[in-house]
């Protein structure tokens, strides 16, 4: 009976055992966790949590800070979403730049609006020829309807068109007027130089800065003497287009170009004036280089009109090492254009033949030969006639 007993208390412990377990599995099954089962099927296993899909997405595509691609916990945390958005804070933002920009660095101002009161332009007509310097009217113009004061306008050059003499071209010019009343305009004459570039126009960049009286009222200061009413007004860089038109065209073409080695020469070359207007004062200079030398490198040419031709003449020598060979020789022309204005060209290279011959090249050189020839000759006509 005993036994009978203990048997029967040990299967309800089994049942309830195998009931609990069931329930168990069902309760992870059917609930937030699952359950992964061991390889060799004993042992308790904890649930794994699963994510919700929107929470797994944001921590597969949301790189944590050391860019290994798994969110941390506050990663993926839903955030808040504000009703409205917050105006930004303007007054706390620093504008200012901190470094150069792209147009700085390539040598280019940052341009800024013009000026709507003072304007500065080319006066019409203006221009300056490619390769030359030419002094150009500028108008400085007041289109306010107040008068200012202190006005003073900086021009800045790029490199294409500089302002001064070529042989000291400058980057800045300056301009200064005392007064500029309201729909006044001044002009101010710069010289301005062009490099050799093809026709068109080519800014340089004016800054504007000035006195403005608001109150137009010189007798209203206040306490400390100091006028209450007066602003300074800054405008630009802005462009100013300068017109370069084609530059002037001389065509310089050898006519006699052989030197003899270890001698003496005349080198010929014609200078022909292909451009549409005349110039005057025309001076040709020659510029040579080991083994030639010349102790007159300069010929005076004068007058030049469109389409006219003069040959000019340079003394050559060649060194007593020189060799038979072709060289190249640099003419440039001086001359005054027809504003009154001095310019040079670019240097022209021509070529020379240094030549090893007996022949004289020298025009003087051939005046003795000459006069014994004639010396003979008139002997022998004395001779025959003698007979």
Do not use: C
């Amino acid at each position: 009976m005993t036994d009978a007993k203990g048997e029967s208390a040990r299967r309800r412990r089994r049942r309830t055992v195998v009931v609990t377990f069931v329930l168990a599995a069902v309760v992870f099954t059917s609930g937030t966790g699952s359950v992964t089962a061991l390889p060799d099927g004993g042992g308790v296993v904890a649930p794994q949590v699963s994510a919700p899909d929107n929470v797994t997405e944001r921590n597969e595509s949301t790189p944590t800070a050391d860019g290994d691609g798994t969110a941390d916990r506050a990663a993926v945390r839903p955030r808040p979403q504000p009703e409205s958005p917050a105006p930004a804070d303007t007054e706390g933002i620093d504008t200012s730049r901190t470094g150069p920009s792209t147009a700085e660095a390539a040598g280019f101002p940052v341009l800024q609006p013009a000026d709507d009161n003072v304007t500065v332009a080319v006066a019409e007509n203006e221009s300056v020829r490619a390769g030359e310097t030419t002094t150009m009217t500028f108008e400085v113009t007041n289109d306010g309807d107040e008068d200012v004061t202190d006005v003073v306008v900086t021009l800045q050059s790029t490199g294409t068109v500089t302002f001064g003499p070529p042989t000291a071209p400058q980057t800045s010019q300056a301009i200064s007027l005392e007064e500029l009343d309201d729909d006044e305009t001044e002009t101010v004459t710069i010289d301005v130089s062009a490099a050799s570039v093809e026709p068109g126009d080519y800014p340089v960049f004016a800054t504007v800065q000035y006195t403005l009286d608001e109150d137009d009222n010189d007798d209203d200061e206040d306490d400390d003497g100091d006028t209450d009413d007066e602003i300074v007004v800054t405008g630009g860089p802005s462009p100013v287009l300068i017109p370069v038109d084609d530059a002037r065209s001389f065509d310089i073409t050898p006519v006699h170009d052989q030197i003899p080695v270890d001698g003496s020469g005349v080198y010929t070359v014609r200078v022909t004036n292909d451009g549409s207007e005349t110039v005057t004062d025309v001076v040709a200079t020659l510029n040579v280089t080991p083994p030639l030398s010349s102790e007159s490198p300069t010929a005076y040419i004068g007058r030049l009109e469109a389409g006219e031709s003069e040959t000019v003449r340079f003394a050559l020598e060649s060194s007593t090492d020189a060799i038979e060979t072709t060289t190249g020789v640099a003419v440039t022309l001086i001359y005054d254009t027809e504003t009154g204005d001095r310019t040079r060209t670019d240097p022209v290279t021509t070529q020379v033949a240094i030549a090893d011959t007996d022949e004289p090249t020298d025009v003087d050189s051939v005046a003795p030969f000459a006069a014994v020839a004639v010396v003979f000759v008139l002997a022998a006509i004395w001779w025959f006639r003698r007979r």
